[in-house]
């Protein structure tokens, strides 16, 4: 969803940041690019205990401040970009099923679909809340074509990090890589898909 449906990555980024400054610490914007892109937030708080000493107790209240910043943000920001309304209803109209499966919390999935109205071109979705490992592990691409109904062969993962292309290349489906939000078209989708 993040960097691919929708271009709320900076959002993440600003939104933890801001809930980590509290106490003291922040991330960089190369250590986020290169680090924590991708990773869900509980991730990235057990990597800054480990970078920087970060108290784990603390990590339930920075991720709560953290998804409270998010929604603040998300609800001034987030709006429907047709790029992506016309690729998902065209996919549709093809005959295809459509998932996301994101490294964010349920709340942040299902307020970001719906602002982004994309939410009616989607089977479902599922978050980091409804697998035991989040991306980098293949977890949610795996119980995301199986709920499906698919061999992962005949389903395309679209991704832009390095964390979830590992995950999308681990469940054995096809992966489109592609690079920012604006890189995500019909006619880039269905042209990888015909080339298949």
């Not at 609800?75 to 964010?104: I, M, T």
């Not at 035991?132 to 795996?142: C, G, M, Q, V």
Request: proline share 2%.
């Amino acid at each position: 969803m993040d960097g691919v449906l929708i271009d709320a990555k900076d959002w993440h980024y600003e939104a933890l940041n801001k809930a980590l400054e509290i106490f003291g610490v922040s991330i960089s914007r190369i250590d986020h690019l290169t680090t924590f892109d991708g990773l869900s937030t509980n991730q990235k708080l057990r990597l800054l205990s480990k970078l920087y000493n970060l108290p784990a107790g603390l990590h339930g209240f920075i991720n709560e401040m953290k998804q409270q910043y998010t929604m603040d943000i998300t609800n001034q920001l987030c709006k429907p970009v047709f790029q992506h309304q016309y690729a998902l209803a065209k996919l549709r109209e093809d005959g295809l099923k459509l998932a996301v499966a994101s490294n964010s919390i349920r709340n942040t999935v299902e307020v970001m679909m719906e602002k982004a109205g994309l939410t009616e071109y989607l089977e479902f979705f599922l978050s980091n809340q409804d697998v035991n490992n989040a991306k980098p592990d293949s977890e949610i691409y795996d119980k995301s074509i199986a709920r499906l109904g698919f061999d992962p062969s005949e389903c395309v993962i679209v991704e832009d990090n390095e964390n979830g292309l590992k995950a999308a290349n681990a469940s054995g489906a096809n992966v489109l890589q592609v690079f920012d939000v604006n890189d995500v078209h019909y006619d880039k989708i269905a042209g990888f898909i015909r080339g298949l």
